[in-house]
């Protein structure tokens, strides 16, 4: 579809939900609400296409003059005017496109940030703790909130599992180019020869997800009740509090085990499982769509090496689209972690631009 098709169909569909909602008698609640707030998003959009229209209006009127004006004086202050759109219109044209580009409907929604250790041993557990620090950190420089779920560590204080749930505006917007895996090179604190080990871990972020985003059947749930044990259920051991949920059709487990409640540790579980279902069929979804853009920034395929720490260098490259930062300390501290996410984040504008036009 052309951009000026685009620009037709913005506007003749904010003119039939004007229309729709002028007699709200024909409409139920759910269908007023829904309709209600397609209009609210779909007005400043239009608002661009009738200011980029009115624009094109003004060069097409500006270049008339300067083909039928005899007036030398007239014809010189025509020819200004058509430079001067000129100039502006190419950016007008960017900003509408922008505005037209298909929202993910899961941008606005809070994350579960789930890190796993990978390859590389005690390594890659401590590393895991890294990524996990780097994210509560830059959690607090936005204001969002960040509240660990379940940590599995193992025992040199490394992280063989982590998870949390961050919440806040824009939350997922962000933090989802961050799926993939990490690698770190660096000397272990384990290396006496003082030897750079490669090892990584695994970052998934994932949508959570509210009831009416996914359906879970209880028919479709095993539910079993045990004592917590081991590191991170240092609470007093003498109740089944902790819960394993299983989802029978798809078999996907979730453990909880850090409260003392059997109650609040189900509702942790009850939580991550509908963001992993919801994020298993976004991800289907997806990669129908993508089918033809195999290289998309923002694919989240969890396999793919998407970033490497080199601390002897100081450098953290991201191989997506090829940014390299020589300051591994701000990064760690989730001060530079913005100057990647800005990178991914236009680099997946540009993408999805291009299938646009």
Request: proline fraction near 3%; hydrophobic fraction near 35%.
């Amino acid at each position: 579809m052309s951009l000026d098709e685009n620009l037709s169909r913005v506007l003749d569909r904010k003119s039939e939900l004007e229309s729709l909602l002028a007699d709200p008698g024909s409409l139920d609640s759910d269908g007023f609400r829904t309709l209600s707030m397609e209009l609210s998003e779909l007005v400043p959009v239009a608002e661009k296409v009738t200011a980029l229209r009115q624009v094109r209006a003004e060069l097409a009127d500006a270049q008339a003059l300067v083909r039928d004006e005899t007036d030398p004086e007239m014809r010189r202050m025509a020819e200004e005017e058509v430079r001067e759109i000129e100039h502006r219109l190419p950016e007008l044209e960017h900003d509408v496109q922008r505005a037209l580009l298909p929202k993910d409907a899961a941008d606005d929604k809070n994350a579960i940030l789930e890190i796993r250790a990978g390859t590389g041993g005690d390594e890659a557990a401590l590393f895991a703790g890294n990524l996990f620090a780097m994210y509560q950190k830059y959690a607090q420089l936005h204001g969002w909130k960040f509240e660990v779920m379940e940590v599995s560590e193992n025992e040199i204080g490394g992280y063989k599992e982590a998870i949390a749930e961050i919440t806040g505006r824009g939350v997922f917007a962000r933090m989802k180019f961050e799926s993939g895996v990490h690698r770190v090179q660096r000397v272990p604190e384990t290396e006496s020869q003082g030897r750079i080990h490669t090892s990584a871990a695994t970052v998934a972020v994932l949508p959570e997800a509210e009831d009416v985003d996914i359906k879970i059947e209880e028919s479709d749930l095993r539910v079993d009740v045990y004592r917590s044990s081991g590191a991170g259920g240092q609470h007093v051991n003498t109740t089944d509090s902790a819960v394993r949920i299983t989802h029978l059709p798809t078999g996907t487990v979730v453990t909880q085990q850090d409260e003392k409640s059997q109650h609040k540790n189900r509702a942790k579980a009850m939580k991550i499982l509908r963001a992993r279902l919801y994020d298993a069929e976004r991800q289907r979804m997806d990669s129908e769509r993508a089918a033809s853009r195999k290289g998309q920034v923002g694919s989240g395929d969890r396999s793919e090496r998407i970033r490497t720490y080199n601390f002897p260098q100081g450098r953290v490259t991201d191989h997506r689209v090829n940014v390299t930062l020589y300051k591994i300390d701000k990064v760690m501290t989730g001060e530079a972690l913005d100057e990647i996410l800005d990178a991914l984040i236009s680099e997946d504008e540009a993408e999805r631009l291009a299938t646009l036009t």
